[in-house]
């Protein structure tokens, strides 16, 4: 079972932390003598954690030692749009850029990805993706599973599709254009149906779809619940028992899992039932939904000093954003794709030149995205704090609580979420887009400033 690895960075002598990221090529052997052209943060596929804590000063420098432009977007940290790593923050090949910002996020996983306006998806389906895991001193109370690969098991679940000769395949078909791109295996860490040493206790899977258009449901092989503790942003104020996780690209989720009662030697299946946004679409190039097994939890090891006996009955999360009465409420319409793979927002489709809203600062609206589809988009805002009100005007389930970065809107449905803008204004552009890539890729995403 390959780890991402994790990286604590480096305390320079001004008291920044700092962390390097090599953007590179490389090769990964996916398949029995096959060497797969592949895209890598300090590696040849995905990259590292880095483990960033809140209040701290750090610097992320990264080198781009591809030959094309990329960007580095932190998907879903709080920082300034200037190194949000947007489509405007263009890394030329050769050159590098340099992120500084104080870490102000709660507790949570996120993770780091391309938004090269145009190659997003491609350069994601080759391989570049890493992950952020967010602590907070204020939150250390929390009893949580926290040794890394041991009882803490970060897995980035990807779908890919391969040419005959073995290398990725994204020649975009087009139902790949509509539906958005979608892979004949499934990846968890870069391995399929991977394995993984799992000890007799309560441990902690934190899940990423990294997939560009597959949403992914999730459950345990043996029947047995999912404790979900916290969703994309942060902590849940108390764990919720879930019998699947349903995750749309981009989005996070963690769940604590007992295997204590688990016969030593005994594997427990993580399956995926997998759908693109609009059909059933079944790996192995089928139709209708599937379930594959993603990986297998190996149940060999002894339990481990300091496991936790139980799960927490309550856990310290971050307070969402709630709006006040008279709070400007904006609209935006999710369409197109009917006849044509163009998905518009507001019936306008992405212009880099094109400013479509300015926002005050420091402050609280309502944002309403209406999904006049066929199918479902998952919604992504960047550098605002954001909570969920309503689906449809009615309250959304506990697992969906506290603080969202992204969110999925069904086909004809109504989200409506509160949306607070940083603290500074800002006239460089921030994102809200469809996180399915070929969506996003093809200009189904705006911009907004705050002022
Ligand atoms: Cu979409």
């Given amino acids: 079972m390959p780890l991402i690895p994790l990286d604590g960075g480096v305390v320079d002598a001004a008291g920044i932390r700092t962390f390097a990221l090599s953007v590179q090529t490389g ?121 890394w690969g041991v009882d803490d098991l970060a897995l980035v679940l990807q779908d890919k599709r391969f040419t005959p000769l073995g290398q990725i395949d994204y020649a975009l078909t087009a139902g790949d254009r509509l539906n958005g791109y979608t892979g004949d295996v499934l990846l968890v860490n870069g391995a399929t149906a991977p394995v993984w040493q799992a000890p007799r206790q309560w441990v902690r899977l934190r899940l990423l779809n990294g997939c560009n258009a597959r949403f992914l449901t999730l459950r345990l092989g043996n029947g047995a619940p999912m404790l979900q503790m916290a ?81 927490p009955s309550a856990m310290a999360s971050a307070p969402a954003v709630a709006a006040s009465v008279g709070a400007t409420v904006r609209t935006f319409n999710l369409g197109g794709g009917m006849m044509s793979s163009q998905f518009t927002i507001n019936g306008r489709v992405f212009d880099m030149g094109r400013v479509d809203l300015a926002v005050p600062a420091k402050t609280i609206e309502i944002w309403k995205f209406t999904n006049a589809t066929g199918m479902a988009h998952p919604i992504h805002v960047h550098g605002v704090r954001m909570s969920l009100l309503a689906r449809d005007g009615a309250p959304p389930p506990a697992y969906e609580h506290g603080l969202r970065d992204t969110f999925i809107v069904q086909s004809m449905e109504t989200v409506t979420v509160a949306v607070e803008t940083a603290e500074v204004a800002s006239p460089t552009p921030l994102m809200f887009h469809c996180h399915i890539l070929e969506h996003e890729d093809a200009g189904m995403m705006g911009q907004f400033i705050t002022v």
């Fill in 27 to 147: 090769t990964t052997p996916f398949r029995n003598g096959v060497n797969t052209n592949t895209l890598g943060y300090n590696g040849s596929l995905l990259g590292p954690a880095l483990k960033l804590r809140r209040g701290e000063k750090t610097s992320i420098r990264v080198q781009n030692q591809l030959d094309e432009e990329t960007t580095v977007h932190w998907h879903g940290l709080l920082i300034p749009a200037e190194v949000d790593g947007g489509p405007h923050q263009v890394i030329a090949p050769g050159a590098q850029w340099k992120a500084n910002f104080t870490v102000n996020n709660p507790a949570s996983t996120c993770w780091f990805h391309p938004h090269t306006h145009g190659s997003t998806g491609r350069q994601v389906v080759m391989g570049l993706a890493g992950l952020l895991i967010v602590e907070d001193p204020a939150q250390a109370g929390s009893e949580l599973p926290g040794t």
């Fill in 231 to 311: 969703n994309e942003s942060g902590l849940l104020a108390a764990a919720v028992t879930r019998q699947s996780i349903t995750l749309a690209p981009g989005e996070r989720a963690e769940a604590l899992v007992d295997f204590s009662n688990v016969a030593s030697g005994q594997d427990v299946s993580l399956l995926a039932a997998t759908a693109t946004g609009g059909m059933s679409m079944g790996m192995g190039g089928g139709t209708g939904a599937s379930e594959v097994t993603a990986m297998k939890c190996r149940v060999s090891l002894p339990r481990q000093p300091g496991a936790i006996t139980q799960p």
